[in-house]
């Protein structure tokens, strides 16, 4: 779906003003995002949870979100600055390569509550910078919903909730580490004696 929403936020989709773009770019970031969970959830549930799925899936995930950054920065600059995206992907880079080396230990780290809602934060951040693009805000009465400053506030909220979520992850893996460090230390001394 991440070449299909690239195309979407170019000038070349058909269907250009009205904000169609923003909302068909919405909508389906949020159908791929309810897909990769349902996908998920699925495997989880009918135990059919494979060695592939465990590298593709987070894989796909920091895909969608680093291509809907990156286009977002062209997009929308005025919510999502090149910095936020260096931010944000550089966590995910983070992640994962704290992931491949507790791997190569013999160890994993499981997603904890804070990167569960860094997610959620990143799916509300992309979508309300995508409608910010055409809104500033939308009035339905006397309710009014400020559309631009919710993105830039939900996108400020997703650096600090990323950078949390990294400290989390580095703490974690820190922990793990030191301990499979020790371990070895003590078979080691074991065996010489």
Do not use: C
Not at 74 to 94: G, H, Q, T
Request: aromatic share 12%; hydrophobic share 50%.
């Amino acid at each position: 779906m991440i070449p299909l929403l690239l195309w979407i936020l170019t000038p070349h989709f058909p269907w250009q003003g009205h904000g169609a773009p923003e909302i068909t770019a919405s909508v389906l970031f949020i159908l791929a995002s309810i897909t990769d969970g349902l996908d998920g959830y699925l495997a989880r549930k009918r135990a059919q949870i494979t060695t592939m799925g465990m590298l593709l899936d987070p894989i796909a995930d920091k895909v969608m979100v680093t291509g809907a950054l990156i286009a977002l920065v062209a997009y929308n600059p005025d919510v999502v600055k090149v910095w936020i995206a260096v931010v944000i992907i550089s966590r995910e880079f983070l992640v994962s390569g704290l992931r491949s080396i507790a791997s190569s230990e013999g160890f994993t780290i499981q997603a904890s509550d804070l990167g569960k809602l860094k997610t959620v934060t990143q799916i509300v951040s992309v979508v309300s910078a995508l409608l910010a693009h055409q809104w500033y805000q939308w009035q339905f009465g006397f309710l009014i919903i400020p559309v631009k400053w919710f993105a830039v506030t939900a996108i400020y909220f997703t650096v600090l909730v990323s950078s949390i979520s990294a400290i989390d992850y580095f703490v974690g893996f820190w922990k793990e580490i030191d301990h499979a460090s020790k371990d070895r230390r003590k078979a080691s001394v074991m065996t010489r004696h």
